[in-house]
């Protein structure tokens, strides 16, 4: 079983926010270059994981700045991978 597969193992805010640290680390390193087109699954699946990972962050009450920071790196990766696919047609 993959560790990071369940959130129920998730003990404490400083747990939650740390694999939320590491997972937009994963989805930015995947959304650089050609790393998008050849690990798309992979980027996808960490992708949601991360946003499942940001509302139970929420739920539980924990700091807006993390959140608001993870929106924005997400806003900033979809317009760049938005002038890749305009640039390649």
Known sequence: ???DSSIND????????????RY???????SQ??????HKHTHDY???????LMY???????RKALSE???RLFLALDKVRELQN????
């Open 1 to 3: 079983m993959n560790i």
């Open 10 to 21: 998730i003990v404490c805010l400083p747990d939650l926010e740390e694999r939320m640290r």
């Open 24 to 30: 937009s680390r994963i989805v930015y390193n995947l």
């Open 33 to 38: 270059g050609d790393e998008y087109d050849r």
């Open 46 to 52: 960490y992708k949601k994981q991360l946003i499942a």
């Open 56 to 62: 139970e962050h929420n739920r539980l009450g924990g």
């Open 69 to 71: 920071k993870l929106d």
């Open 86 to 89: 305009k640039k390649g047609e």
